[in-house]
């Protein structure tokens, strides 16, 4: 009789089988088409890189290999963005590392918020070949069936709401989106409101209704979804500098040939480049048109008090973290 960790497994292996049969048809007659699903809108940074990755993938195998991008959850929501690479169903997509956590539980580390001490420090970290990442990606093959292909810049997240936030006792009770995963919702539990786990589908329809007051993200997403329409205030808390990690099924990367493998490897470094350069040099423009938009901007000079939000934070990720992730802590502030 299977297990429920064995059924698991076993279906994991049938599916990933498929695929990979698939594949080596495809393969074999130098047509290789890979399908590849995201939440992100197809012009965001974060859904353009997609496509960038498809045109040069293109480029370096010599149009052996075709990538396919569906963007706007056209495959599914974020959950189910990440189980249908696991099983082979599709390629390849992007995902958050806390998201990431649901089914490989340590890559959550990743996503802890004011772990970073700046930019250069986070890209260091999720660069596929510190030995941090090399640890979680090997991690993350044995227990999903899929590996970081490449990680990039995703933003700093921001807070935004329906009015003026300054301090933790401004969001007691007040209802924030969060991320479906434990390392978001206690980034929002500690930052003083009531986290509400949504799916990013969801956002626009739980904060025009209501459901929820605010969310968290970067300022490039709050600027290309239009969040200004429906959040009037955006609170500069800072709280989580993250990368977006890009997975690729194992079974269909290892059927593919050395050269093919070599031509996704450059192409991936390419567009890690190119997305990360680009989303940290519109920041600062970013902002200025959601104020042109009418958001306003609320930080340090403000009154905001960034050093409250990120003592409620800290003191709730010890709490429930620090057990299961010192050691990759250790390891992670050691990385130059």
Request: proline share 4%.
């Amino acid at each position: 009789m299977l297990t429920h960790g064995k059924f698991r497994h076993f279906a994991l292996s049938i599916a990933a089988a498929a695929s990979c049969s698939l594949f080596a048809f495809g393969a074999q007659a130098q047509d290789i088409e890979l399908n590849y699903g995201h939440m992100n809108s197809p012009t965001s940074i974060t859904g353009l890189q997609a496509d960038w990755l498809a045109e040069e993938v293109a480029k370096n195998t010599g149009g052996k290999v075709k990538i396919s991008v569906y963007p706007s959850s056209q495959l599914g929501k974020i959950q189910e963005l990440a189980e249908s690479v696991s099983t082979g169903a599709i390629a390849l997509s992007h995902n958050t590392a806390g998201a990431l956590s649901s089914l490989y539980e340590d890559f959550g580390v990743l996503d802890t918020p004011y772990l970073y001490r700046d930019y250069d420090h986070l890209m260091n970290v999720v660069d596929i070949h510190s030995p941090v990442m090399e640890e979680l990606n090997a991690g993350l093959i044995e227990n999903t069936n899929m590996r970081v292909l490449y990680a990039f810049y995703f933003g700093t997240r921001q807070l935004t709401a329906d009015r003026a936030i300054k301090t933790p006792a401004d969001l007691a009770g007040v209802k924030i989106r969060a991320i479906p995963s434990p390392v978001y919702l206690t980034a929002v539990e500690g930052l003083g409101a009531a986290p509400v786990p949504v799916d990013w589908s969801e956002v626009p329809t739980a904060l025009a209704t209501g459901i929820v007051q605010g969310q968290e993200n970067p300022v490039n997403v709050a600027l290309v979804h239009k969040l200004f329409d429906v959040q009037s205030h955006m609170m500069l808390t800072g709280h989580i500098s993250a990368a977006e990690i890009v997975v690729i099924n194992e079974d269909i990367w290892q059927g593919f040939p050395d050269d093919v493998k070599a031509g996704i490897e450059k192409a991936a470094e390419t567009v890690r480049q190119k997305a990360s350069k680009m989303i940290l040099d519109n920041e600062a423009g970013d902002l200025e048109k959601l104020k042109e938009a009418g958001m306003t901007i609320i930080g340090p000079d403000d009154g905001l008090d960034v050093a409250a939000f990120r003592a409620g934070v800290e003191k709730l990720v010890h709490e429930r973290f620090d057990e299961k992730y010192g050691a990759y802590y250790k390891e992670i502030s050691a990385i130059k």
